[in-house]
Structures are given as structure tokens and as C-alpha cells.
């Protein structure tokens, strides 16, 4: 599963990446964080701080070269303050949750499963106690109690606010652990910069449950018993034919997040392939989002030269049309912004990771998320059907 920041954040909340110091003080000495990460030889390994606001900017605090076996060695020039930050690989990423006292941290694992949190790591408490609930959350062994208690328990405050964002995104009917995890952050830490990005955000929570239904909320690892009206999408396919996902109610659609660049998402594709030969004439269709495209990080790469960007943008769609034609993804909606992360649709739902399925039932309502193999994503279709 690749990550945009594994924090599967809230709808919108994209968890883009922020430069968010604290006034906490950072650690005494310098750290170094290193470790092997298969399949990801001769690449580049980056740490940035991570913030909990929509319009964060990128800050990149370190980064070092792996060598052919997939080893990287980061030594820190300076302490870092505690805080939330993460190591970027290609699009794969690794969230640490640091208290600025760590000295020593090691990742280990596999490129390819970073982003389902099936990786070593030592050196890092905090960050470790992350890596478990996430895992627990992937495999829907957590409810909502359990993230209850996690908030209400957990030693680093700053850990359950990262947490219940992605738990439960823009789910307002789950308000009371936002409130616990932030009254637990202010009395630790009152002078905390997240805990203002994190009020911000519960504030955001709070104005959407006057929207329109449809109209804004996300949905992530902890659902409630009542399903939501899922958030309606019009964008153009390669041909630039608009699709609306609203415009399939009536049918059992599978909304699925993906991009040609993401390695999981292409593994999935034949899973998603067979079922749809299997039950398109019983009521069920295919609606795709992808997020292939340029983002504004890559923009400003590019110097923001408009003819640069529109060739790499040309080059861009023709991988996602390659990539619908190779692997027989023969269903008709396929749409897309070309914006990559900062797809609106992708906001919309809190898709911070893919691939990301949502299974909408015929009234046009979420009725399961994150299916994965063609075993769950029958077994879902068929209740539904």
C-alpha cells in the first residue's frame, strides 16, 4: 500500500506535511536513524516533519542515500524536537512519533509493505506503540472502544492525536475521542504547535456536521453502525468525459483509489478485474479514481515552468491510460484530476494511502472500506447484492 503520509488522516486533512516545531526541548545528543529496506536499492531515504494541517508545507530535516542492498544510515546534524515526522522512500513512508529524546532509531522491512505497517523498528517507543495500533487498524481487529482506550491510556498524548485522525477522519459522530486525545495533548503539553494544528482540525470536524449529507465528510479505519451518503466525485476520463459517482446509484460500486506508479495498487487490479467479470451484470460496476498527475512539491521542482509541467502532466496520463489498458480495468469510469496527493476526491474521502477502496451500497451509501483481495471484496458484494 503506498502512503501519502501514513497518516491515513482525515478526510481532507491529507496530513500533508508541515514544518511543526513544538516548545518542547529536543534530545541532548544527535540521532541517527538507520536500518534495510529490501527492493529499495540505491534509493533515497528522507526524513520530514509531519504537521496535521491541509496546507502544510514539506520540511525535509535529513535524508541519506541507500546503497545497493537497501542499507541508508542518517546521522542528524542537530537535535529534533518532539514531534511528528516521517521517513520518505520513493512514495513509500515510515511514521515516527518522536518525544526529542530518542538517539538511536532502526527501520527495517520491505519497500512494498512499508505502508502496511509491516516493518521493524526499534529505538522509538512511541513510535512503535504507533506501528502496532496501525497494524490493528489495517486488519479491523480494533473497534471503536479499543481506539477509546488507546487515546485515553496511551504514554504519548501526541501518539493518540495522530492515531484517532486516522482512525476516524471526519466521522462526527466519534467526537468524544477527539476531545479526549486533545485535552490529553494540552495537559502534557500546553504549548504544543500540534495541539493548535489539532484544534484547528476537531474545529473543521465540528462545521462539517452542519454540511450537506455528501458533502464533506471522510471516512476511515473506524466506522460507525450507520452508514454515510458517500461524498459524490465528477471528474474526466482520459478521453475527458466527465463520470459521476453519484450517477451509479442504483448499483453496488466499488470506489477504488489508485494510481500506475503505486506497486500494491497494481497487484490489486486483477482481484478488482475478477470480480467485476464475475457480478457487472448482477448490479455492480467499478468506479476508479486515480492519482496519477503532478502536485504542486513537483510544480516547484519544475520551477513552476508551465510548459515543463505540461509535458510532464501529458507524460503522466499517458501511464495512467497504459496502465487501464495492461491490466484489463475494462470498466468505463475511470476519472481523475491528474493532481496526484492533492487529488480533491482523495481529500474528500481522507484517502492517505492506496490502494483504498470504498464499497457503496445502492442507495448510494459506504457501506465497507479498505477491501482487499478478491475473497472480501466478494464477500462484501454479496450481501450487498
Not at 157 to 164: A, D, E, I, Q, R
Not at 247 to 266: I, M, T
Not at 301 to 311: P, T
Amino acid at each position: 500500500m503506498y502512503t501519502k503520509n501514513l497518516s491515513i488522516s482525515a478526510v481532507i486533512m491529507s496530513l500533508l506535511i508541515a514544518a511543526a516545531g513544538c516548545k518542547n526541548a529536543g534530545s541532548g545528543g544527535n540521532l541517527q536513524i538507520s536500518g534495510t529496506i529490501s527492493n529499495a536499492a540505491n534509493m533515497q531515504v528522507y526524513l520530514d516533519q509531519v504537521g496535521l494541517g491541509p496546507n502544510s508545507a514539506n520540511l525535509v530535516k535529513a535524508k541519506a542515500d541507500a546503497n545497493g542492498n537497501g542499507e541508508f544510515n542518517m546521522q542528524l546534524q542537530e537535535p529534533l524536537q518532539e514531534g511528528i515526522y516521517r521517513l520518505r522512500i520513493g512514495e513509500q513512508q515510515v511514521a515516527l512519533v518522536l518525544d526529542g529524546t530518542e538517539e538511536e532509531i532502526k527501520v527495517n522491512g520491505d519497500l512494498v509493505s512499508l505502508n502496511t505497517f509491516q516493518y521493524e523498528l526499534t529505538g522509538s517507543p512511541s513510535s512503535l506503540g504507533y506501528r502496532n495500533v496501525m497494524q490493528r487498524l489495517v486488519s479491523r481487529s480494533m473497534n471503536v472502544e479499543d481506539l477509546r482506550s488507546f487515546v485515553d491510556t496511551v504514554s504519548n498524548p501526541l501518539t493518540g492525536v495522530f492515531v484517532s485522525m486516522q482512525a476516524i477522519g471526519m466521522n462526527t459522530n466519534l467526537m468524544d475521542i477527539y476531545q479526549k486525545a486533545e485535552k490529553r495533548l494540552a495537559e502534557k503539553s500546553p504549548g504544543n504547535s500540534y495541539l493548535g494544528e489539532f484544534q484547528s482540525f476537531i474545529a473543521l470536524v465540528q462545521r462539517s456536521a452542519a454540511a450537506p449529507a455528501g458533502g464533506g465528510n471522510g471516512y476511515q479505519f473506524i466506522e460507525t453502525a450507520q452508514r454515510q451518503v458517500a461524498p459524490d466525485i465528477k471528474l474526466p476520463s482520459p478521453s475527458g468525459k466527465e463520470y459521476a459517482l453519484s450517477d451509479l446509484k442504483g448499483k453496488v460500486v466499488l470506489l477504488d483509489f489508485w494510481a500506475s506508479w503505486c506497486r500494491p495498487c497494481r497487484m490489486e487490479n486483477p482481484n478488482v478485474v475478477k470480480i467485476y467479470n464475475k457480478y457487472k451484470e448482477q448490479g455492480f460496476t467499478v468506479f476508479s479514481v486515480s492519482l496519477d498527475g503532478v502536485d504542486s512539491r513537483q510544480m516547484a521542482a519544475l520551477q513552476n515552468d508551465a510548459a515543463k509541467i505540461q509535458e510532464v502532466l501529458s507524460m503522466q496520463k499517458k501511464l495512467w491510460k497504459d496502465a487501464i489498458e495492461k491490466d484489463g480495468l475494462i470498466w468505463e469510469y475511470h476519472v481523475s484530476d491528474l493532481k496526484k496527493w492533492e487529488c480533491a476526491p482523495a481529500n474528500l474521502y481522507g484517502v492517505n494511502s492506496i490502494p483504498r477502496t470504498f464499497m457503496i451500497d445502492k442507495e448510494g451509501k459506504i457501506a465497507a472500506v479498505n477491501l482487499r483481495g478478491a475473497e472480501q471484496i466478494e464477500e462484501t458484494l454479496q450481501k450487498l447484492l
